[in-house]
């Protein structure tokens, strides 16, 4: 605990304190909520993703199996840029993924079989399955860590902060009542002192 004065300024100031303390303690508490939201909101959006990707590999492994021929379609695959936007959530800067945009890679057509274009279709859904995935991740880890500082700093104000200062005006108002008697009754002894020296 603080040092502290026994002063009536001091009391002020420790009122004024509380009172700033009980007006942003509801709107961490919001802002904490706001947060376990959308991180259950992104941790939903993961597990979605998920599913789809492996459905996605499920369906391209089969193709793959069904023909059984020895070709890498991955290298008809080729990303020129990820088209990414940054919104903010509760404070927090996150990245939100828009699209994956693809180089055009010609490929011969006399060496390569019919199922190549629905193959590179499925491998280039997969690719922004994943890049996704990578990107809600990321905005899971960090809506998590601000959950965690706001977690922190509304304990700080509900179990440090406002007891302290409760505690703090509690003892400022004692030591004050304590002042003010000995003030009165000081009085009340010199009063009594001056009527019998009269």
Do not use: C
């Not at 020129?80 to 055009?104: Q, R, S, W």
């Not at 700080?156 to 400022?172: C, G, M, S, W, Y």
């Amino acid at each position: 605990m603080a040092k502290i004065k026994y002063t009536k300024n001091e009391l002020k100031k420790q009122k004024d304190q509380l009172k700033r303390f009980r007006r942003y303690l509801p709107t961490l508490i919001l802002k904490k909520q706001l947060l376990q939201m959308e991180i259950r909101q992104v941790e939903m959006q993961i597990n979605e993703k998920n599913q789809q990707r492996e459905r996605i590999n499920a369906e391209l492994m089969s193709w793959v199996h069904v023909f059984g021929e020895n070709l890498n379609i991955a290298e008809l695959v080729k990303v020129k840029e990820t088209d990414l936007e940054t919104t903010n959530i509760a404070g927090v800067d996150i990245p939100v993924f828009n699209k994956v945009i693809y180089e055009n890679m010609p490929y011969d057509l006399m060496f390569y079989p019919l199922w190549v274009d629905a193959g590179v279709q499925k491998l280039k859904e997969l690719f922004s399955a994943d890049m996704e995935l990578t990107i809600l991740k990321k905005q899971a880890e960090l809506l998590g860590e601000e959950l965690r500082i706001t977690s922190q700093r509304v304990n700080l104000f509900e179990k440090v902060k406002i007891p302290d200062t409760t505690e703090n005006i509690r003892r400022i108002n004692i030591f004050l009542g304590d002042q003010q008697t000995a003030a009165v009754v000081r009085g009340k002894l010199s009063k009594n002192k001056l009527v019998r020296e009269a």
